[in-house]
């Protein structure tokens, strides 16, 4: 009930390419879906988040688009760079707890 | 604006013994959470603090505590330590709670031997 499932694991794209990785959740108490973005040797930084009154959430090359009856939601990168490599968190919460998925790592080749 | 500070960055402890790690948040932020992260169960949240009150709670094992003090430094404390507490240990700093956005420090990478 509380986790949050995330695919794929692993992902290789061309630069200029679209990443796009899944996640998906049980709860439907979770109010609140951010992404983070973890460099190696580098705790994770906050990339976008939504709520789940919003279908979509569009921050420059990032969106963010969110199934509500599907209990889906999902990361956008248009035109990666390979500045772009890095591990990919989903994450939802709800009033008591904050729950990660397990991550994607993303290799974005130039 | 000085970021979130975690110390130590590195710590050796072997089974059995107790460690202590601290946490200082960005200023002005009053949440603190804390996380631990290994390669096999990922992110997981342990406990939030806000206002030195333990606000949120993961599902840990009562050997893991923390505390908050006044100036909202954090410190978590891990008793008796078993092999599989080997992780990095991650602290968020956030204005009023998770919800907001989460500053993490580069983490305590804790093993134990």
């Known amino acids: 009930q509380q986790q949050v499932k995330q695919s794929p694991q692993s992902l290789i794209v061309q630069k200029g390419g679209i990443s796009i990785i899944n996640c998906a959740y049980e709860?439907?108490?979770?109010?609140?879906f951010p992404w983070y973005q973890q460099f190696p040797g580098k705790g994770p930084a906050l990339l976008i988040a939504?709520?789940?009154?919003?279908s979509e959430k569009k921050e420059g090359r990032f969106t963010i688009s969110f199934n509500k009856s599907a209990k889906q939601f999902s990361l956008h990168i248009m035109d990666s760079q390979p500045g772009d490599s890095a591990t990919y968190f989903c994450?939802?919460?709800?009033?008591?707890?904050?729950?990660f998925g397990p991550g994607t790592r993303l290799s974005v080749l130039p | 604006k000085a970021g979130v500070t975690q110390t130590p960055r590195y710590l050796i402890k072997t089974r059995g013994q107790q460690v202590t790690l601290s946490c200082s948040p960005i200023?002005?932020?009053?949440?603190v959470s804390w996380y631990q992260q290994t390669p096999g169960q990922g992110l997981q949240f342990l406990f939030e603090?806000?206002?030195?009150?333990?606000?949120n709670k993961g599902n840990f094992p009562g050997r893991f505590s923390g505390r908050q003090f006044s100036n909202s430094r954090s410190e978590m404390n891990v008793s008796t330590l078993e092999l599989g507490d080997s992780a990095l240990y991650l602290c968020?700093?956030?204005?009023?709670?998770?919800?907001?956005?989460?500053?993490f420090g580069p983490g305590t990478r804790l093993t134990v031997l």
């Open positions: 200023s002005g932020h009053r949440s």
């Open positions: 994450a939802a919460k709800d009033g008591q707890n904050f729950v």
């Open positions: 939504i709520r789940p009154d919003v």
């Open positions: 709860n439907t108490a979770f109010d609140y």
């Open positions: 603090y806000f206002s030195e009150t333990q606000r």
């Open positions: 968020a700093s956030s204005l009023q709670g998770p919800e907001n956005e989460q500053f």
